[in-house]
């Protein structure tokens, strides 16, 4: 009875530490357990930083990426407005070598009526020069004279002024002891300008 009491006690001491070391494992799972849970939070914690600062990389690429373009962009429309503005210079300036072009054309063609005029107005006898008809001829001389006038045509003086190749046509040579040499003598036919152009040269005899 005694042996029995003691396997008993004995049976007794063992589950009694088996329990003890039970308790001591899970006591000591549970703390790795909270161990393992630090070095996570810890090791997110790390890594966060990390993660926002690749992030902020990625997002200052593509800032610059977009701050390019639009620099782009922008230098692009300078360039197409400075072309447009070539562009427009250009055909004003053709269009108005365009219209000068015709409107000496039309003064070419207008000019040797004036010639005609002056030429007979010119060999009109001295007491025949107060006749209405010949008044009636020289009021329309001098309203086309008028005409060319407010249009930019202007005669080209000649006579008394050095002689000038890019507004004179020497035709001959004179000598003249009167006037110095180079000078124009005599104008034989009128020249005439429109604004900064030559339409027609003066054709005049020069001084040797």
Do not use: C, W
């Not at 600062?53 to 300078?78: C, I």
């Not at 006038?149 to 006579?159: L, R, S, T």
């Amino acid at each position: 009875m005694a042996a029995e009491n003691k396997d008993i006690e004995k049976d007794i001491d063992i589950e009694e530490v088996k329990e003890d070391n039970t308790a001591d494992e899970a006591v000591e799972e549970e703390k790795a357990a909270e161990d393992a849970k630090d070095k996570k939070d810890e090791a997110s914690k790390e890594a966060a930083p990390k993660k926002e600062k690749k992030f902020g990389k990625k997002k200052d690429k593509a800032v610059e990426k977009l701050e390019e373009k639009v620099k782009e962009l922008e230098d692009m429309r300078v360039r197409q407005l400075a072309e447009f503005e070539n562009f427009r210079k250009r055909s004003e300036k053709e269009k108005s070598q365009m219209f000068e072009v015709g409107a000496k054309s039309v003064i070419e063609k207008i000019l040797p009526v004036i010639d005609n005029f002056e030429r007979g107005l010119q060999g009109v006898p001295e007491e025949e020069k107060d006749a209405p008809f010949v008044k009636g001829v020289e009021m329309v001389y001098k309203q086309m004279l008028t005409a060319f006038d407010e249009m930019g045509v202007k005669p080209i003086d000649a006579v008394g002024k050095e002689f000038d190749p890019n507004l004179h046509n020497a035709v001959m040579a004179v000598d003249d002891d009167s006037l110095e040499s180079g000078t124009v003598a005599e104008e034989m036919q009128k020249g005439y300008m429109y604004k900064e152009s030559v339409v027609r040269h003066s054709m005049v005899k020069v001084v040797n």
